[in-house]
């Protein structure tokens, strides 16, 4: 299995970008999606999550600008983030539970892909 993540790059503030991760290989199902990120000098952060189920979650910092989506048949998920912020700048990677080729549930990380918030 493997996560590839893209869609970052460099925005100004205010602006707008979509992040996308995909999953690909044996895969059965996906339970829970995850965005996470880390910022130059922070620790890894939770950003936001879904389950299989549709329902999500948010660090307190992004509600209401980010909004995490999933593609069920394309084992991808989203992350659309509005209203950016300089210190939204950070390198994101996505998180996947996912029932392979041995009928066990692993969970797999993506590359990270990177956002810098920057007039």
């Known amino acids: 299995v493997q996560l590839q993540a893209s869609g970052g790059g460099l925005v100004q503030p205010g602006g707008s970008l979509r992040l996308s991760c995909a999953a690909s290989g044996t895969i059965f199902s996906t339970r829970s999606m995850r965005w996470y990120r880390q910022a130059p000098g922070k620790q890894r952060e939770l950003v936001a999550a879904i389950t299989s189920g549709g329902y999500t979650n948010y660090a307190d910092s992004v509600k209401r600008r980010f909004a995490i989506s999933r593609d069920n048949a394309n084992n991808t998920v989203y992350l659309q983030m509005e209203s950016l912020k300089p210190e939204d700048t950070a390198v994101y990677s996505c998180?996947?539970?996912?029932?392979?080729?041995?009928?066990?549930?692993?969970?797999?990380w993506g590359q990270g892909t990177e956002v810098t918030v920057s007039s």
């Open positions: 998180n996947v539970e996912i029932l392979g080729r041995w009928r066990q549930w692993n969970t797999h």
